[in-house]
C-alpha cells in the first residue's frame, strides 16, 4: 500500500541519507520523548531571510526541510533554545522539523506536525497560481491521479483605481549605480523622453514613453524640454482633488496635472549637494526590470528638500509600474515635511487626463505636511475585469479549458497554464510556471518471512532488517528510510516504531509491519511478512545397529533425512566429517537439518548408530548379494544367492517409492520411473535385511 505524506506534516529524515552514509547508526523511540517546538510564522518581502525560535531537549541536533526540498540542521545547546535563520526566500516557504537525535544516545525519533510558515508578499505582477507549492507535484503510484486547480489574476480595466496600504518591500535599491540616472544640474526639471518596452494602460490610456520629473513625480506621454528649470512644478496650494492641481495663479509647464503619478510630490532641491561626510545623496535614477510578462519600471528619488537641504535627511521615494497588470506602487523610505516651506505640503496620488480628471490619493497623503517612514502604497485598476481566455497544457500540448483538471500521469508530465488577456487594445499572454508532477513508480520486493528454530527458552531474538536490502533490491538505500511496527495502524501512520529491530524478541509467531520513507519524494509504503517459529525437528530414521567393511566412512552408513551431520556423543560433542572412516563397536549420532535447524538440541534428537563388523545370523553376507551398476540409468541388476526376498526402494527422505520381488540368481529391474537422486534398497529374507545406497543418473 502507498500512499504520500503532507510535507508540511510529515517529510522525515531527510537527514539519514547523510548520516547512513557517514555510518552513523540510526534507531528510534517513542515520539514523546525526546521533545521540540518551533515557532516564526511571518510575513516578509521577497529575497529575505527569517529567524525561526527552536525549544528542544537540549544536546540534540534537530533536521528541518522546506517545502522547496532543502534540509538543514541546528544544535539545540543545553539552554534548550536555539535562533535558525532561514535560507533567503523568494516566495511563501513552510519549515518543518521532521527529526530530532539525541546526541548521548545517538538515537534519532521522527517528529511530526512542528511547522511555521514563512509568507512572502507578492508584487504587483500578473500571474497564474496553481495550487502547488514549489511547482512539483508527487505520484506515489502509477494509476494515482491529483487535481490541478490553476487561479489567473483578474486584470480590472483601469477606468478607475483603488488604493491600498501594502507591506514595505522596495522592489530595488533605492541607488543602484546601473540605473539610468538623472543629470541634477538644474532644479525642478524633466529628465529625457524615457520609452517604455511595453504599453502601460493608465486610466485607460496607453502610453509608451513617460518622463520623470525632479519633484518626485512621473508624466506619461509628455515631451517637456529636458533639464530646464521650472519644468516641473515645485508649488502645492491646492487640494489633490482639485482639477487645478498643484497650484492656481502660477505658470508652470506641466501644471495643472495630467496624465500624472506623484510619489511623493514635494519640492526637493536637485542643484544642492548633501553636506560633505554626511552619508546621504543625491540621486534620481531610473531602469525597467524583469522580463515578460513581469517587466517594471522602477524610478527611485533621493534628494535634499528646497531651503531646509538635507537638514530633515535626504527625502527617498520609490515608484514602480508594473506592465499587463498596470498597477502603481509607492514606496517611501523617508518623507519628512520643510515646514519652512509651503507649510512642508506633499502629494502620493495618480491623475488621470480631461478637465475634470478621475483621481486616487493614498488617505492622510494628500496635500499637507505628514511624516512618513518605510511605508508602501498600491493603486490598482479596479473597473470591470478584462476578458481572457484559458487553457491548459500537459508537456505544450492543449488539454483542457477548465480551471481545476485531474492528471492521472505514468511518467513523468510538465503541466503550464496560460491565460490571454484583451487589454487596451492589446493582446497579452501570461504563462503560469511549469508544474512537474513527478512520478514514482517505486519497485519495492517483497520481504521474506523469517523463521526461527524451536527452544526450549522460548525466547527467540532475529534482526528484522535483514528485510531491508529485499525490499529494496536495486533501489538505491539512502533515498528511504525504512521502520518496523507491529501492527498496520502504527505502520501506516509511523507512530511506536519498534525500537531495535536488530535485535527483535519475540514468544510467539507473529505479523511485522514495514514502514517504508521515500526521503526524495514524501511517499510511505507498507509491508508485511511473518515471524514464525518452526516445529521441533525430529532425528533422522535408520538402523540402529549397522555393519561395515574396512575402508568405509560415515558416509556409507543408511540414514533417512536430510542434511545429516554425525557427532560423537549423544549431546554437544564434536562434529565428524562425513569422511571419517567408521570403527568397529562404535557408537555415532547422527542429526538432520531441515530449514537450517537442526536435531541436535538433546540426546533424543539424535540418532544412535552402533556400527559393527562382525556379522550375526540375523544378516546377509556381503557375498549374498551383489547390484550393479552404481550409479545406473534405468535398469539394476541383482545377483541374489537365497531363496526368494523382497526389495523395498527409498527415498533419502524415507518415502517408500515401490516394492519388488527377488528369485534366487539374476534379477534385473527396471527403474525408469525414479527421478534422478540417491535412493536406498532394502532387501529382505526371513529375518534378515540389509541396505544399500544407490544413486540414479
Known sequence: ???????????????????????????????????????????????????????????????????????????????????????????????????????????????????????????????????????????????????????PSPVPSTTSYEVSSI??????????PWFNQFPLTTDDTYSPVFPLPFDFCFYGNNFNTVQIGDNGVISFGTNYPSNVY????????????????????IGFGDAPFRNMICGVFQDTNAAIIPPTGSGLIKSVNYQVIGTYPCRKLIVNFNLGQFQCGYDNG?????????????IVEVYVKNRTPCYGWQAGRGVIGIKGSGENPPYTVAPGRDSGNWTATNEAWRFTPNGPNVPYSFQWLENGIPISNDFIISVCPSENKTYTATANYDLCGNNYSVNSNNINVLVRDTDFQEPVDLTVCNNSENIYTVDLTQNNSVVLGNLEPYDFEIYYFT?????????????????????????????????????????????????????????????FIEGQTLNDLIVIGENINWYDAPEGGNLLPGTTLVQDNTIYYASQTVNSCESRMAASDRLAVLVTSSLNTDNFEFSDISISPNPFNDFVTFNYKNT??????????????????????????????????????????ENRSKSFKLVKK
Open 230 to 249: 521650472s519644468q516641473n512644478t515645485y508649488a502645492q496650494n491646492l487640494s489633490f482633488t482639485n482639477s487645478q492641481f498643484p497650484v492656481s495663479g
Open 167 to 176: 507591506p514595505y518591500c522596495p522592489q530595488a535599491s533605492f541607488n543602484n
Open 314 to 326: 535626504e527625502q527617498s521615494s520609490q515608484i514602480v509600474l508594473y506592465e499587463i497588470s498596470n
Open 487 to 547: 501492527t498496520l495502524e502504527d505502520a501506516t501512520n509511523f507512530a511506536n516504531p519498534i525500537s531495535n529491530p536488530v535485535n527483535y524478541s519475540f514468544s510467539e509467531n507473529q505479523i511485522i509491519y514495514m514502514g517504508i520513507f521515500d526521503g526524495l519524494f514524501g511517499c510511505t509504503n507498507t509491508k508485511s511478512f511473518n515471524l514464525t517459529i518452526l516445529e521441533d525437528v525430529l532425528p533422522p530414521t535408520g538402523e540402529s545397529t549397522q555393519y
Open 1 to 151: 500500500m502507498k500512499t504520500k505524506l503532507l510535507l508540511s506534516s510529515f517529510l522525515i529524515l531527510m537527514l539519514n541519507v547523510v548520516l547512513a552514509k557517514s555510518g552513523s547508526n540510526l534507531h528510534l523511540k517513542n515520539t514523546l520523548d525526546p521533545i521540540v517546538t518551533m515557532t516564526g510564522d511571518a510575513t516578509i518581502c521577497p529575497g529575505n531571510s527569517a529567524i525561526l525560535t527552536i525549544i528542544g531537549t537540549p544536546n540534540s541536533t534537530v533536521t528541518i526541510t522546506n517545502s522547496n526540498f532543502l534540509v538543514n540542521t541546528a544544535f539545540i545547546p543545553q539552554s534548550g533554545t536555539v535562533l535558525f535563520t532561514t535560507p533567503i526566500l523568494q516566495e511563501t516557504t513552510t519549515f518543518s522539523i521532521v527529526e530530532i537525535k539525541e546526541f548521548a544516545t545517538q538515537i534519532t525519533t521522527p517528529i511530526t506536525n512542528v511547522f511555521v510558515t514563512i509568507t512572502v508578499i507578492p508584487n504587483g505582477c500578473t500571474t497564474i497560481n496553481i495550487d502547488v507549492e514549489n511547482n512539483n507535484a508527487l505520484i506515489c503510484d502509477i494509476g494515482e491521479c491529483i487535481a490541478l486547480l490553476a487561479t
Open 644 to 685: 526368494t526376498g523382497t526389495l523395498d526402494i527409498f527415498t533419502i527422505l524415507g518415502q517408500k517409492m515401490n516394492s519388488y520381488k527377488l528369485e534366487n540368481g539374476q534379477n534385473t529391474i527396471n527403474l525408469n520411473t525414479l527421478s534422478s537422486g540417491v535412493y536406498f534398497f532394502k532387501i529382505s529374507s
